[in-house]
């Protein structure tokens, strides 16, 4: 807009200024000051201007900056519109000025110090801001050390009970691993004498079956034959009617009987001593983080992706993979509200303080 003329809306063109200070060029100004009188309306601001000739742009700009902006230019410690040393310095503007700058309408009613005297007084402040800033740095960085030490000091307790953690559950997970392979050592060589016991049986009851068949098989052969050939010894073929003396099978002695109740009496105690390590937990679903997928009986908890559909509560976790659960169930005795959490490693707990 700066390199726009208002009248023709192009780049300016001959650029002048007029006397209130708006620019135009040349060509447009003049086209709408064909009209007679010695006072013609600006066209942007409708003050009247004086006929008479239009100051150039760069000289109308010179002259307005001298007299009522006298701008300053610090570098080479010059002043850029009167070329004088700048030997002063502005509080008003907190600028350095030249003496002719202190002249000037702009600078007439500022309070002007030496620039030395400036320098000093500025200086000081700024020292004494650093000595204020220096202080605050050397406060943050003890606060950081602090911090650093007391986080590597926690980091250092937490990697000795993980330590302790692991060293603890490997001796349980080589206690356990010891006695399933006792306990399954045991029933194997009672599966075993078992085996040789039914085996045994087996061997014995098949014999006598295959005797008895073939006693039937040969009676049943004598009744077939004519009469005189049936009586014909007869007193021998009855005796084979004789069943004679048979040996039941074996039973399972009360010994080993007792030993299979011992094994049962054991996996009933393992299954005790390992339900008092674990709780029937109900999961709350209006607490559940976005993140977090309940079953049907808010029971189980999975990582899914952050639903967009669930209701606003303000009990509800956001970013924290968390839900509030009970202890039991909602329609049994409560034993205190649990917050639970999904993680990469599994689901874990705390109890609600």
């Given amino acids: 807009e700066e390199a726009t003329c208002p009248l023709c809306l192009e780049y300016f063109t001959a650029r002048v200024v007029t006397a209130c200070g708006h620019n135009f060029c ?134 000795a009970e993980r330590q302790k953690i692991v060293a603890e559950f490997q001796q349980l997970r080589q206690f356990l691993e010891e006695q399933e392979r006792l306990l399954l050592a045991q029933l194997q060589k009672l599966d075993e004498e078992i085996g040789r016991l039914q085996t045994d049986t087996v061997r014995k009851l098949s014999a006598q079956i295959s005797r008895l068949s073939e006693r039937i098989s040969e009676l049943e052969g004598t009744c077939q034959k004519p009469a005189n050939e049936l009586l014909q010894d007869i007193s021998s073929t009855l005796s084979k009617c004789e069943t004679g003396p048979f040996q039941p099978p074996e039973e399972i002695s009360p010994e080993l009987g007792e030993r299979v109740r011992g094994f049962s009496r054991q996996t009933t105690a393992l299954s005790e001593t390992l339900r008092q390590f674990t709780a029937t937990v109900t999961l709350d679903p209006d607490t559940a983080s976005p993140q977090l997928l309940l079953s049907w009986d808010e029971k189980r908890v999975s990582w899914e992706s952050p639903w967009d559909w669930v209701l606003s509560n303000p009990e509800r976790f956001g970013l924290v993979p968390c839900v509030w659960a009970m202890r039991g169930s909602p329609r049994g005795d409560i034993a205190g509200r649990w917050r639970w959490g999904m993680g990469h490693t599994g689901l874990w707990g705390w109890p609600e303080s």
């Fill in 26 to 159: 040349c060509a447009c100004l003049s086209r709408c000051w064909e009209g007679p009188g010695p006072a013609l309306p600006c066209p942007q601001c409708r003050a009247p201007v004086q006929q008479g000739p239009l100051r150039p742009h760069r000289e109308a700009l010179k002259l307005f900056c001298e007299e009522d902006q006298a701008p300053i230019c610090v570098g080479g410690g010059v002043c850029g519109a009167h070329q004088e040393a700048l030997k002063l310095f502005c509080e008003e503007d907190q600028a350095p000025i030249c003496v002719v700058c202190r002249e000037s309408r702009v600078h007439q009613a500022h309070t002007v110090l030496p620039i030395t005297e400036a320098a000093q007084e500025y200086k000081g402040k700024i020292q004494a801001h650093l000595k204020t800033l220096r202080e605050e740095r050397e406060k943050l960085l003890g606060w950081k050390a602090t911090g650093e030490g007391r986080s590597q000091e926690c980091l250092k307790q937490t990697q």
